[in-house]
Every structure is written in C-alpha cells, then in structure tokens.
C-alpha cells in the first residue's frame, strides 16, 4: 500500500511539474534602439482615429502591397520586398530613430514622417502619429508584424 501511495504522489508532483512549466512567453517589450529595430516586418492594420472613433483603413492598401516586406536595414536603409501578389512597387529608401519616434519614408504607410513607437516585441512593432487636417486631429496607427 505504501509503494502504491509513494507512486500515485510521485506521479502528481511529475504530472504538476510539466503542467506548471509549460507557461507561455510572453511578448516582452524590446528596447527601441536601432540595433533591436533591424528586422523585416509586414502590414498587418492601419487605424485612423479622429473626434472618439476608430477605424482600420487596411482596406484601402492595395492588395499586392499587404504582403510586401519593409526591411529595415543598418545604416538607415528601408527595402520594401514586393512578395507574393507582385505589383511591382520595390523601393529602397530611409528610416532614422531619435529617441522613441522612428521616421519611415515608405510610400507604403501613406504618410511620412516621425511616429511614435507604442509598442515593439519580438512579433510586433505599433506606431503612432497625430496629426491636423481641416481643424481636426487625427491619430494614425500602423501595426507591423516582425518576421
């Protein structure tokens, strides 16, 4: 009887231990250096806000660029990769970080300029922008996937 307990207790703490060390990772935030930003990275959303709404404006993005590839490279050096449906829009430009506001020149995003880094794991890069048009502030948001 006493083996017979000593193996079912046995079992359970085994049994608890793979259990409990089976925790996913979480997406840790990264440091927004130059170096940890070099990487490749696809469209996933783009959201406008303005006057407490919020819609995602990926639609509008041509097909054949939502699966394109915008690599940033060393020394400043933006390559969009024309993968999958081909459209034929390859284009090397800029991108620069200061602080946490990283500048993109990429006809892809639509607009150029500084955003803001709101959010950069190792899966993902958010940026964000505000901006006025016509009297009325906007907030555009661009979310990356990392490769």
């Known amino acids: 009887m006493k083996k017979h307990m000593l ?7 085994v049994t608890l231990s793979a259990f409990s060390a089976c925790k996913k990772d979480k997406d840790e935030n990264l440091a927004v250096t130059s170096e940890n930003l070099v990487g490749n990275y696809t469209l996933a959303d783009i959201k406008v806000k303005a ?3 919020e819609q995602s404006i990926i639609g509008d993005v041509p097909a054949c660029a939502k699966d394109d590839v915008l690599q940033l490279k060393t020394g400043g050096v933006l390559q969009i990769v024309d993968e999958g449906t ?3 829009n390859d284009e090397t430009s800029t991108w620069s970080l200061e602080g946490n506001k990283i500048t ?3 006809s892809v995003l639509d607009i150029t300029g500084p955003y803001d880094v709101i959010t950069f794991n190792k899966s993902q890069l958010v940026l964000s922008m ?4 016509g009297g009325v502030s906007f907030s555009y948001v661009v979310y990356l996937n990392r490769k």
């Open 104 to 106: 993109i020149d990429a």
């Open 7 to 13: 193996r079912l207790t046995l079992m359970a703490f």
């Open 51 to 53: 006057a407490g709404q």
């Open 130 to 133: 505000t901006y006025t048009e």
């Open 86 to 88: 081909t459209c034929d």
